[in-house]
């Protein structure tokens, strides 16, 4: 790597995405790269397919935007806050809340789930009383960028840019000889979760993939109940099911298009499927205080079975503050896990990781694929060793060729549903 003035970097620290690919043959493979911490990275690609294969490698953040994103995660975690309205008669106010506020001569008014222990707290209004508080809201986002900050944000130039490479950048993959032993580099440790071939996503973990249909997505979740919570990510999901299934009929539950509850049955198939947004922080437009349910309550309310299916995915939220939150969160949302999995072993859980986004000044400071990049690595910890699936979006994203995006477009939608569907429905029906 070299700096802004060509100069070669004799550091780390800069955030690379790399991936294989062959438009042609709909076909792609992503691998992490390796920080050599000297200004030099690696990535070892498995070589998956016959044919050309292009290496494809993006600068998404120079070492110095790094730096950047640390300082504003450290000295402005509130540099997103939120706000909720409290109401009593006709007489209302409005207050800002966060995980954390800063000391004021305001009181505050303790919003702490006392299940979870997952702490909230609003400023206290004027004249109402803490408990006259209605809904829950973005509020505002502050830009607190230093002077000359913004340059090493830009679009073209030092913000997920691609590499051109001084050298060939294509490889052809021949046919496998006959009695040649394949060739395993002990600098990969550990593999893809899978990659696309002919626009199909086949996973390398065991799993075999099956393409569903209408008529068998009913056929596989005959007799379920679908309980997915998350974030507008998972809500794609529902929607997905609730389009692909034409006798789901999603009930009005008077919800707000973008938050919900949402909740629809098959009653000839006994399919049910159920959507709730997560617990604050979350930045949507407006949620009831009622309607504010943090997942691990959730899951404890469920029996759980083998007709019993959870799913869920929360990232993107909580790209703005420290790690430490999203651990705990994480934690609570373990324990309701395993609580669930030791009364009812047969229940199938579903983790939906995150994925990389398109990304302007605004998306990279309040949700950069470098927070997701951390806060996907701490999922992975948290829930390993667990019977619980994941579904690698942050791979099937970046290995596709369609462009990133927060919300990713249908055919990848599609390959992670196939992937779903075939956790619940397995093959071998084991």
């Known amino acids: 790597m070299s700096d802004f003035q060509g100069r070669p970097k004799k550091s780390g620290g800069d955030f690379l995405l790399a991936r294989l690919h062959n438009q042609k043959l709909g076909a792609g493979v992503v691998r992490h790269v ?15 397919w016959e044919g050309d294969a292009q290496v494809e490698v993006t600068l998404v953040h120079s070492s110095e935007a790094v730096t950047v994103l640390n300082r504003l995660t450290s000295e402005q975690p509130d540099r997103i806050y939120f706000k909720s309205l409290f109401r009593s008669a006709s007489f209302s106010e409005t207050t800002i809340c966060n995980v954390c506020l800063r000391p004021t001569k305001q009181p505050l008014c303790n919003y702490t789930d006392l299940r979870t222990g997952e702490p909230w707290f609003c400023y206290k209004p004027k004249k109402l009383s803490c408990d006259a508080r209605i809904n ?13 900050e913004k340059k090493l944000f830009q679009s073209g130039v030092n913000l997920k840019v691609y590499l051109q490479a001084s050298g060939p950048a294509n490889v052809t993959v021949l046919p496998k000889k006959k009695g040649q032993s394949e060739v395993k580099s002990s600098s990969v440790k550990s593999g893809p979760s899978g990659y696309y071939y002919q626009g199909v996503w086949r996973a390398l973990g065991g799993t075999t993939i099956r393409q569903f249909n209408n008529s068998t997505i009913s056929q596989c979740l005959k007799g379920k109940e679908v309980h997915m919570y998350g974030d507008s990510t998972i809500r794609q999901w529902f929607e997905y099911l609730n389009a692909a299934l034409p006798d789901l009929k999603e009930f009005n539950l008077h919800s707000l298009k973008q938050v919900g509850p949402f909740m629809a049955l098959d009653y000839a198939n006994n399919i049910l499927v159920t959507f709730r947004c997560h617990g604050p922080p979350i930045r949507f437009p407006k949620v009831p205080t009622s309607e504010l349910r943090y997942i691990a309550n959730e899951i404890d309310g469920l029996t759980g079975g083998t007709n019993t299916v959870v799913v869920f995915g929360i990232w993107s939220h909580f790209s703005t503050f420290p790690t430490e939150i999203y651990i705990r969160r994480l934690q609570t949302i373990r324990r309701a896990v395993v609580r669930l999995l030791d009364r009812a072993p047969g229940t199938v859980v579903i983790i939906r990781t995150a994925n990389p986004k398109a990304l302007m000044l605004y998306e990279t400071i309040t949700n950069s694929d470098w927070y997701s990049l951390q806060r996907d690595k701490v999922l992975r910890a948290v829930f390993k060793g667990l019977k619980v699936h994941l579904i690698d979006a942050w791979e099937m994203v970046l290995a596709h060729h369609l462009p990133h995006s927060l919300h990713p477009q249908p055919p990848i939608i599609k390959t992670m549903m196939d992937l779903l569907l075939s956790y619940i429905c397995p093959k071998n029906g084991g």
């Open 136 to 148: 829950h809201a973005m509020g505002k986002y502050k830009q607190n960028l230093r002077a000359n």
């Open 34 to 48: 390796v920080d050599h911490l000297n200004g030099s990275y690696s990535a070892v690609f498995p070589l998956l």
